[in-house]
């Protein structure tokens, strides 16, 4: 009996640390705001040019960030099928060769947009909120480009 009962003392903190892990992981998600649809990308972009012909960069920087979130969401839906596909090519040849590949090519991306991104809104001519906007905007543009690529090359109906 004492035995179980220096296991139970044992194990206390660590289970009272998983819990506290899955909680503190629980209540980020529940915070992730959701993502916007296209409609909604539109319509903050058609109340920035309403309030002038060449809206502030105070402005569009909701509309920028907005866009970013969708355009984001869709290279993940992209990446992962894309992904799912290559795990099962490689399943049927018992590697993982394509899978990896994918990967690593994925991670190598994200590097050098969050590099080349960077640069550009350091080179934007302006304030601090139109240097953000270029990197936003070069960020939308390279992961639509990305996205587009997948689609094109591995998940159009003509691929198959």
Same mark, same amino acid.
């Given at each position: 009996?004492n035995f179980s009962?220096?296991?139970?003392?044992?194990l206390a @903190? #660590?289970?009272?640390?998983?819990?506290?892990?899955?909680?503190?992981g !629980? #209540?980020?998600a529940?915070?992730t705001p @959701?993502? @916007? $649809?296209?409609?909604e990308v539109?319509?903050? *972009?058609e109340? #920035?040019h309403?309030?002038?012909a060449? @809206?502030?960069p105070?402005a569009?920087?909701?509309?920028?960030e907005?866009?970013? !979130?969708f =355009?984001?969401?869709?290279?993940k839906?992209?990446?992962?099928?894309?992904a799912?596909m290559a795990?099962?090519?490689?399943?049927?040849?018992?590697?993982? $060769?394509?899978?990896?590949?994918f990967?690593?090519a994925?991670?190598?991306?994200?590097?050098?947009v969050?590099r080349e991104?960077a *640069?550009?809104?350091?080179? $934007?001519k302006g304030n601090?909120?139109?240097?953000?906007n270029?990197?936003?905007?070069?960020?939308? &543009? *390279?992961y639509?480009?990305r996205t587009? =690529?997948?689609k &094109?090359?591995f998940?159009?109906?003509?691929?198959r």
């Amino acid at each position: 009996m004492n035995f179980s009962m220096d296991i139970r003392q044992k194990l206390a @903190p #660590a289970v009272a640390a998983a819990t506290v892990f899955f909680a503190s992981g !629980a #209540a980020l998600a529940a915070k992730t705001p @959701p993502v @916007p $649809t296209m409609q909604e990308v539109q319509v903050c *972009y058609e109340k #920035a040019h309403a309030e002038g012909a060449s @809206p502030s960069p105070d402005a569009m920087a909701p509309c920028l960030e907005k866009e970013l !979130a969708f =355009v984001k969401s869709e290279h993940k839906d992209a990446t992962e099928r894309v992904a799912a596909m290559a795990k099962a090519a490689d399943k049927e040849q018992g590697v993982r $060769t394509r899978w990896t590949k994918f990967i690593q090519a994925g991670q190598s991306f994200d590097t050098f947009v969050t590099r080349e991104c960077a *640069y550009f809104g350091m080179t $934007t001519k302006g304030n601090r909120r139109a240097e953000k906007n270029g990197e936003l905007a070069c960020r939308i &543009n *390279y992961y639509r480009m990305r996205t587009n =690529v997948l689609k &094109n090359r591995f998940l159009s109906g003509a691929r198959r």
